[in-house]
């Protein structure tokens, strides 16, 4: 106990030395974006903090299921919002193979599911309760659904199995994919003017959230295995009857081959954890104050530095 505090300066020095030495390539860090503001916006926030360290950054556009395929194969060096219900099993799956690891959660609880705006459960006092919601399936209802209610789903490449879940739940609903994620907040926008009823996919952390009281639908629990078991959940000849993860993680992931191209870059990766706050925040930047996501993301580091120095400047 004593001697571990009196290690010879000459070795600390050493050690000290050594970890300043090991320098990152100067090849590109490839950060990959997808189609959420907070994504975007947190993916140039990784991105500068890396620039300020000296590194060279490059950002591609890409599908957010199949970016788990391009991690493990080091096309793309890591991805920064692994949500827990839309990506969930893509990242599982690609573990499973080798190339790519866990580097780490962010301080966040996530949830990704359906949602209405406050006004909607004047109309359908039963809100929450998914069965309340089935029973009120006509104040949905639209010229392109019919008789059904109508469920603006997100865009097709988040794979969240709304169809699946309506046939299993044997709900009175047609799910309609969203083109963009503007699409989902449009929608709400011009609901509110006649407080029409409507749900659709959201997910928290999110800007909607200062913008719009409101509240998730409840669906039967997730339990593991309800989106693979059909024995698992209240329909036992079906999977996908269930809601997503209620308390959901929020990942960052890496290319095992980032520790030795670029060590530095890896160590303040593992030290990046952002809180919900936070990220509501960065999605707010661009979908209120409309900056483009490069500026606000400087602005969030201009306002955050007491966040994210430390990680660049502690040390070990
Ligand atoms: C993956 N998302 C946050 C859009 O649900």
Request: proline residues 7%.
């Amino acid at each position: 106990m004593p001697n571990k505090a009196i290690l010879p300066a000459a070795a600390l020095a050493l050690a000290s030395m050594s970890a300043a030495h090991a320098a990152d390539s100067s090849d590109p860090i490839i950060i990959p974006t997808h189609n959420w503001s907070s994504q975007i916006v947190m993916s140039h926030v990784v991105g500068q903090i890396f620039e300020s360290m000296g590194n060279s950054v490059e950002y591609v556009s890409t599908d957010s299921q199949a970016v788990y395929e391009s991690v493990r194969l080091g096309d793309v060096t890591l991805e920064l919002e692994v949500w827990e219900g839309a990506f969930g099993p893509a990242f599982e799956a690609a573990l499973e193979k080798g190339g790519l690891h866990d580097a780490g959660d962010h301080n966040a609880v996530t949830r990704e599911d359906w949602w209405y705006p406050a006004w909607t459960k004047d109309a359908c006092p039963g809100l929450p309760d998914w069965q309340a919601l089935n029973d009120c399936a006509e104040l949905f209802a639209t010229p392109e659904t019919g008789d059904k209610g109508r469920f603006l789903g997100g865009p097709v490449d988040w794979l969240k199995h709304d169809q699946e879940r309506v046939e299993a739940l044997g709900m009175d609903f047609v799910v309609v994919n969203a083109g963009s994620a503007s699409a989902l907040w449009a929608e709400v926008a011009a609901a509110e003017r006649d407080k029409r009823p409507v749900v659709i996919f959201n997910w928290t952390p999110n800007f909607v959230e200062a913008l719009y009281p409101g509240e998730f639908v409840e669906f039967p629990e997730y339990v593991e295995g309800c989106k693979d078991d059909p024995s698992v959940g209240p329909n036992p000849n079906a999977t996908y009857d269930c809601g997503n993860p209620a308390n959901g993680y929020l990942k960052k992931a890496a290319w095992d081959g980032m520790p030795d191209k670029w060590p530095n870059a890896y160590a303040v990766l593992q030290k990046i954890s952002f809180t919900n706050p936070q990220i509501a925040e960065m999605a707010k930047l661009v979908d209120i104050d409309e900056f483009e996501p490069e500026d606000a993301a400087a602005e969030w580091l201009e306002q955050n530095e007491d966040v994210w120095k430390p990680w660049v400047e502690g040390g070990a």
